[in-house]
């Protein structure tokens, strides 16, 4: 499964945001059933991050979503997001 998350950033909180995504990105990769996972700051953008993600299957990605410190994650950034799109295909 592979998932796709375009961040955009409200200016202010620009690095903050940043440095939450790659902190949750180390995280990630040690996940079960993470295969990939990796953040890139747009080219265009200065305000937008993609995280790419590849997953052995939908089930342990959604536990995952599930955990605590992602729960405290998306507490902690939500205020510094403007828009989160979410891609999520087989891959």
């Not at 299957?57 to 403007?82: C, G, P, V």
Request: hydrophobic share 40%; glycine share 2%.
């Amino acid at each position: 499964m592979k998932i796709i998350i375009k961040y955009l950033a409200k200016p202010q909180h620009k690095d903050a945001l940043e440095k939450a995504l790659r902190s949750i990105i180390a995280i990630t990769r040690k996940a079960h059933g993470c295969v990939q996972c990796d953040l890139h700051p747009s080219l265009d953008n200065r305000l937008v991050f993609f995280s790419d993600q590849l997953w052995d299957s939908e089930k342990n990605w959604m536990e995952y979503l599930e955990r605590k410190h992602m729960q405290e994650f998306s507490i902690q950034t939500e205020a510094m997001i403007d828009t989160i799109d979410v891609c999520v295909s087989e891959h």
